[in-house]
């Protein structure tokens, strides 16, 4: 049980990228997703938080406004959209469902809470 994410690569600063991961065993109609990242060097840091409402979705300050993840629970696909990148977006990117479907007051440093987790892609934005 997991998910199997997609997308990434090398983008130039201001460039966009979208992301998807697709669940694999279950499916999201009961979950939060999360959209983790980690930086080399750093810890996993939160960006966003979605829950199965659909509604009030948090986003990290440092991303509020460039990145947007929307979900098909009919697909059961979770797709993210980072635009105006910048180099210090630079990071491996994650997926992660919480059951439960509502995302935790301290969502973007709860990441132990999550059930399941995508691989990671990398995203790296350079000249």
């Known amino acids: 049980l997991q998910f199997v994410e997609s997308g990434g690569g090398l983008v130039q600063p201001g460039g966009s990228l979208s992301l998807s991961c697709a669940s694999s065993?279950?499916?999201?109609?009961?979950?939060?997703i999360g959209w983790f990242r980690q930086a080399p060097g750093k810890g996993r840091e939160g960006v966003a938080c979605?829950?199965?409402?659909?509604?009030?979705?948090k986003y990290a300050n440092s991303v509020n406004g460039r990145f947007t993840i929307s979900r098909d629970n009919a697909q059961n696909t979770v797709y993210r959209q980072m635009n105006s990148l910048k180099p210090e977006d630079t990071a491996v990117y994650y997926c992660?469902?919480?059951?439960?479907?509502?995302?935790?007051?301290?969502?973007?440093?709860?990441?132990?809470?999550?059930?399941?987790w995508g691989q990671g892609t990398q995203v790296t934005v350079s000249s």
């Open positions: 992660a469902a919480l059951f439960g479907g509502a995302c935790p007051t301290d969502w973007s440093t709860s990441s132990n809470l999550y059930y399941y």
């Open positions: 979605f829950p199965s409402s659909g509604s009030n979705t």
């Open positions: 065993g279950f499916t999201l109609d009961y979950y939060a």
